[in-house]
Nanobody, 126 residues
Framework: QVQLVESGGGLVQAGGSLRLSCAASGRTFSSYYMGWVRQAPGKERELVAVIDWSGGITYYADSVKGRFTISRDNAKNTMNLQMSSLKLEDTAVYYC???????????????????WGQGTQVTVSS
């Protein structure tokens, strides 16, 4: 099992940057594909970024490609999401998630993730 806790959300102006962090507990952290999922009010969960167990392979949704960077440090059991050039439409609750055991499942859908953090709010203002 993996327990996940996000931090780093907040209010930022459009065009600004934020860095989200996810702290994980559990001895098998490094064996999981991990991702960041966001949910805006009235919308379905959106898988925005995924990273493989080694940190060497990443995936980004088209909506964030070129603006967001996902990374992980297995020695510290942490995962980060660096967000830049933020847009109003990036406003959402962002969740750290883990669980898929294959890359196909990891980039397939948010529903493929078994473990979730409590979420952290990101609000982008004009």
């Amino acid at each position: 099992q993996v327990q996940l806790v996000e931090s780093g959300g907040g209010l930022v102006q459009a065009g600004g940057s934020l860095r989200l962090s996810c702290a994980a507990s559990g001895r098998t952290f490094s064996s999981y594909y991990m991702g960041w999922v966001r949910q805006a009010p009235g919308k379905e969960r959106e898988l925005v970024a995924v990273i493989d167990w080694s940190g060497g392979i990443t995936y980004y949704a088209d909506s964030v490609k070129g603006r967001f960077t996902i990374s992980r440090d297995n020695a510290k059991n942490t995962m980060n999401l660096q967000m830049s050039s933020l847009k109003l439409e990036d406003t959402a609750v962002y969740y750290c998630a883990a669980g898929p055991r294959t890359w196909v499942r990891a980039i397939g859908a948010a529903r493929n993730y078994d473990y979730w953090g409590q979420g952290t709010q990101v609000t982008v203002s004009s």
